[in-house]
């Protein structure tokens, strides 16, 4: 409500009139920012993680990225911290980022599938996952990402809503969501210190990223 809004509504009411509003489309409801969003995931109890993890972990980095990277779940040292890929695998994703011009807090926003931790670090449920699907989707809307890169198995199925095998999903394009958000999907980095051999194909995919950011920022 304007200033002016407010004064004439102060003189109507002083007057005993109640004021007129024209009617029009329902106003939407304001969109949940960054802020209800982190307090949401720290509080959530939406399936039954909470009760065995030590921080609801949100995600890192840049608010406005274009590039949206999206794991599976926290691991043990993310649960201990709060933030996503600082174990083993996250001093790997950050060389991977870097290797291709990028870092985790400018131009890359960082998060996960499902926010609390797997006891065990076990794969996440599928009802854990759509229980958890509307933080993501949050997370989406807010930042707009220009690429997302899903990393690992359980994240490329999510994103792209198939149960393909990782192979299968790798190494092309794919569309996610309404606004047909280009998405590609790469190994794990904690499956690359397993295996190694896989990094060859991983280089290929960043390449292939590196490329569309190149294209897109021109």
Request: net charge positive; glycine share 10%; proline share 7%.
């Given at each position: 409500?304007?200033g002016?809004?407010?004064?004439?509504?102060?003189?109507?009411?002083?007057?005993?009139?109640t004021p007129?509003?024209?009617?029009?489309?329902?106003?939407?409801a304001r969109?949940?920012?960054?802020?209800?969003?982190e307090?949401?995931v720290?509080?959530c109890?939406?399936?039954?993680?909470?009760?065995?993890r030590?921080?609801?972990?949100p995600?890192?980095?840049?608010?406005?990225?274009?590039?949206?990277?999206?794991g599976?779940a926290?691991?043990?040292e993310e649960?201990?911290?709060?933030e996503?890929?600082?174990?083993?695998?996250?001093?790997l994703?950050d060389?991977?980022?870097?290797?291709i011009?990028?870092d985790?807090?400018?131009g890359?926003y960082?998060?996960?599938?499902i926010?609390?931790?797997?006891?065990?670090?076990?794969?996440?449920?599928?009802?854990?996952?759509t229980a958890?699907?509307?933080?993501l989707?949050q997370?989406?809307?807010?930042?707009?990402?220009?690429v997302?890169?899903a990393?690992?198995r359980v994240?490329a199925?999510a994103?792209?809503?198939t149960?393909?095998?990782?192979?299968?999903?790798?190494?092309?394009?794919?569309?996610?969501g309404?606004a047909g958000?280009p998405?590609?999907?790469?190994?794990?980095?904690?499956?690359l210190?397993?295996?190694?051999?896989?990094?060859?194909?991983?280089?290929?995919d960043?390449?292939?990223?590196?490329?569309h950011?190149?294209?897109?920022s021109?």
């Amino acid at each position: 409500m304007t200033g002016l809004d407010a004064r004439r509504q102060r003189l109507l009411s002083a007057m005993g009139l109640t004021p007129w509003v024209e009617q029009g489309a329902p106003v939407a409801a304001r969109e949940p920012g960054w802020a209800e969003l982190e307090s949401g995931v720290a509080a959530c109890t939406r399936c039954p993680l909470h009760q065995t993890r030590q921080h609801g972990v949100p995600g890192v980095g840049d608010r406005h990225a274009q590039l949206l990277v999206v794991g599976e779940a926290p691991g043990a040292e993310e649960d201990r911290r709060g933030e996503p890929f600082v174990g083993r695998a996250g001093q790997l994703l950050d060389a991977m980022l870097a290797a291709i011009g990028l870092d985790r807090h400018t131009g890359v926003y960082i998060t996960n599938v499902i926010k609390s931790r797997p006891p065990d670090n076990r794969d996440p449920r599928t009802e854990e996952i759509t229980a958890c699907r509307g933080w993501l989707d949050q997370q989406i809307a807010l930042i707009e990402p220009a690429v997302i890169l899903a990393v690992g198995r359980v994240s490329a199925q999510a994103l792209t809503g198939t149960t393909q095998k990782m192979g299968e999903l790798r190494g092309h394009w794919h569309a996610y969501g309404p606004a047909g958000i280009p998405l590609l999907a790469t190994y794990h980095p904690a499956y690359l210190l397993r295996m190694p051999r896989a990094k060859a194909l991983v280089w290929e995919d960043l390449r292939r990223l590196r490329r569309h950011l190149r294209e897109g920022s021109t």
